[in-house]
């Protein structure tokens, strides 16, 4: 299953389900009709439910299909050394007395970018958990 169909699938159910209620503006006046109709919400809370289970085994299947693709060892261990030679650069810079603090600022703002692709090279590697989210059935 791909993007568009699971799109395509969750307008029909809204469309069935709730006919007027992609119509509806006013979060109020969604929250009146889903406490009208709580067997309804309670089918709208079920497919998100598997609307996210689609979607996070999507999330994995692309996450595997990029590993799988990218082969290229030379080019992620280059990476890999450049980011972990300017971070090291970074603290070694830190580490020199009479610099400004505008200087500290920009060198301490790089380390942090280099760290964050750090951190992206290692969830890539080694596969890095999905952000924990969880839809709440209504009246919870």
Same mark, same amino acid.
């Given at each position: 299953?791909? +993007? ?34 709580? !067997? ?51 603290? +070694? ?35 890095? !958990? ?11």
């Amino acid at each position: 299953m791909d +993007w568009i169909t699971l799109a395509l699938e969750t307008a029909k159910f809204f469309t069935k389900h709730f006919p007027g209620l992609l119509q509806t503006k006013d979060p109020l006046e969604l929250s009146r009709i889903l406490k009208e109709h709580p !067997d309804k919400a309670l089918e709208l809370y079920k497919h998100l439910m598997t609307l996210e289970q689609e979607m996070h085994k999507m999330v994995l299947i692309d996450r595997q299909k990029a590993r799988l693709t990218n082969k290229s060892f030379y080019r992620r261990f280059l990476f890999f050394s450049f980011v972990c030679l300017g971070l090291g650069g970074c603290f +070694w810079l830190m580490q020199k007395p009479n610099l400004s603090s505008e200087i500290l600022v920009i060198i301490s703002t790089l380390a942090g970018i280099l760290g964050s692709c750090l951190k992206d090279i290692y969830a890539f590697e080694f596969g890095g !958990d999905a952000p924990k989210r969880s839809i709440k059935p209504p009246g919870f």
